[in-house]
């Protein structure tokens, strides 16, 4: 079944109102029209079931047969990956398969061994990210759109810290605490019902310097292990997510 975001405001009462390039795929390139069913998410986590009316000039509205949850999101978690900026289109790959597993957010950074960089806001890279972001969450089913954020600078990163009930590090000088272990530990800590919070540290190509390691323990963050074998910038974090994925099911 074909699948669609609207904000909110594009509902109303019974009825879902859709426009612009959804509304082109719908009409011009899908061909649906009258009586035709579609799913729509409202990108907070609830999806309708709509059923179609005939397409106007620029608008095509449908009428709600019903609702329910999501089954693209996992509640018990929310998890933002930051990321060094990579070089050339690897970061699309990252966005890509980072939404398809589950990433609630993405925050690019920078760092010493970091060779790409976002110079100014003109920049068209977040543009386009944020729509990569967008066609991953409706190919997966996502019940969100997750967000790329404005590039960070290292030390901003580290501010953030404080803000997530675990920060984790994957950092490839680490040879004791696993991700399992780290896990593990702030299990037996959490109190709370509400969603545990996760932040994945994850370096560019060169990984980090040591100075930057050492920064982040003494800012709280955990260093952890992702085995024997060094893993390529866009290879860790889907790792974690994986991994953190297989942990909450269990």
Same mark, same amino acid.
């Given at each position: 079944m074909?699948?669609?975001?609207?904000?909110?405001?594009?509902?109303?009462?019974?009825?879902?109102?859709?426009?612009g390039e959804?509304f082109?795929?719908? =009409?011009?390139v899908?061909?649906?029209?009258?009586?035709? @069913?579609?799913e729509?998410c409202?990108?907070?986590?609830? &999806?309708?079931?709509?059923?179609? +009316?005939?397409?106007g000039e620029?608008?095509?509205?449908?009428?709600?047969?019903?609702?329910?949850?999501?089954?693209? !999101?996992t509640? !018990? /978690?929310?998890?933002?990956?930051?990321? *060094?900026?990579?070089?050339?289109?690897?970061?699309?790959?990252? %966005?890509?398969?980072?939404?398809?597993?589950?990433?609630?957010?993405?925050?690019?950074?920078?760092?010493?061994?970091?060779?790409?960089?976002i110079?100014d806001?003109?920049?068209?890279?977040?543009? $386009?990210?944020?729509r990569?972001?967008?066609?991953?969450?409706?190919?997966?089913? $996502?019940?969100?759109?997750p967000?790329?954020?404005?590039?960070? #600078?290292?030390? !901003?990163?580290?501010s953030?810290?404080? $803000?997530?009930?675990? /920060?984790?590090?994957?950092?490839? &000088?680490e +040879? $004791?605490? #696993?991700?399992k *272990?780290?896990?593990?530990? @702030?299990?037996k800590?959490?109190? #709370? &019902?509400?969603?545990l919070?996760?932040?994945? %540290?994850? *370096?560019?190509?060169g990984?980090? &310097?040591p100075?930057e =390691?050492?920064?982040?323990?003494?800012? *709280?963050?955990?260093?952890?292990?992702?085995?024997?074998?060094?893993?390529? #910038? !866009?290879?860790a974090?889907?790792?974690?997510l994986?991994?953190?994925?297989?942990w909450k099911?269990?």
């Amino acid at each position: 079944m074909h699948r669609f975001f609207v904000k909110p405001e594009q509902r109303f009462e019974s009825t879902i109102t859709i426009s612009g390039e959804d509304f082109k795929h719908i =009409a011009k390139v899908l061909r649906l029209g009258k009586g035709d @069913v579609i799913e729509v998410c409202d990108g907070q986590g609830t &999806d309708y079931l709509v059923t179609l +009316n005939t397409p106007g000039e620029q608008t095509i509205s449908g009428s709600i047969a019903r609702h329910y949850p999501s089954q693209g !999101e996992t509640p !018990e /978690m929310s998890v933002t990956l930051f990321q *060094g900026l990579p070089k050339g289109a690897k970061m699309e790959v990252i %966005i890509q398969k980072a939404v398809e597993l589950g990433v609630y957010q993405i925050i690019p950074f920078s760092s010493c061994r970091a060779v790409s960089q976002i110079k100014d806001k003109q920049d068209k890279k977040l543009e $386009r990210w944020q729509r990569i972001a967008y066609e991953a969450a409706k190919q997966s089913k $996502r019940g969100i759109i997750p967000r790329i954020l404005w590039p960070l #600078t290292f030390k !901003e990163v580290l501010s953030e810290v404080a $803000r997530y009930d675990l /920060m984790i590090l994957a950092y490839e &000088d680490e +040879n $004791r605490q #696993t991700l399992k *272990g780290a896990l593990e530990a @702030v299990r037996k800590i959490s109190k #709370t &019902d509400k969603p545990l919070s996760i932040g994945v %540290i994850v *370096g560019p190509e060169g990984g980090f &310097d040591p100075q930057e =390691a050492a920064a982040c323990q003494a800012a *709280g963050v955990i260093s952890v292990t992702l085995g024997k074998r060094i893993l390529r #910038t !866009e290879t860790a974090g889907m790792v974690v997510l994986s991994q953190l994925n297989f942990w909450k099911e269990e």
